[in-house]
């Protein structure tokens, strides 16, 4: 497998590169912060900031490791997978060994450079439908919001099309692999029958988590 992200470590720089040519310039930051812990054993309260009672996975375990401050680099996968959860870290089961074998080789950058979070914290205990993804991402939006902020990345990696919709609102990632965009600004809206979707923020709308500080580099699913 070839990677489409091409990124470039070098002392207290870094250039991200697509297709041989550089895109962006990321500098050096020192990154100060907490990381969210898990309060209480109730399953409605696992972690604070996100929406857990409406979630369609707040039956399922926490797997919430601290994230390594001081990265230039975010990587923001879609959920844990089984190993994560028994083990409780994130990219350590076959997903996170396709990253650690085809994809980071071909990019120059460690995983000691990353910081890492999901876009879910718990892992879903069966395939969900479109709409179900909606609102598990609209209930953990607010939690991912912080997370981001306390990582100050100077690039997010969005690692598959449901870190990508949840970073950027765009549903298809195929056309925009490699290609550096916008976050977007995310309201969470209740829907008539009572599940949960997301908009775009307007003018007179409650921000659920705002991403558009930030540059997001959307990359296929490392077991795509």
Known sequence: ??????LC?????SATFLCGEPVAKLQ???????SIKATGSSPFSKVPLANCAACPCNQSPLVNPPIKLGKKILLVGEAPGEVEEQRGEFFVGPTGELLNERILPFSGVKRNDLAITNVLLCRPARKLAPGEWKQAIACCAPRLANDVRNAKPK????????????LSGRAQITALTGAPINGWRLTAKEKEDGSIDLKESGKADTVTADFTKYTILPIMHPAW
Do not use: Y
């Open 1 to 6: 497998m070839k990677a489409s992200l091409r």
């Open 155 to 166: 690039l997010i990696i969005a690692a598959g099309k449901r870190s990508l919709h949840a």
């Open 9 to 13: 470590l070098t002392g207290g720089e």
């Open 28 to 34: 050096t930051t020192t990154s100060v912060g907490v």
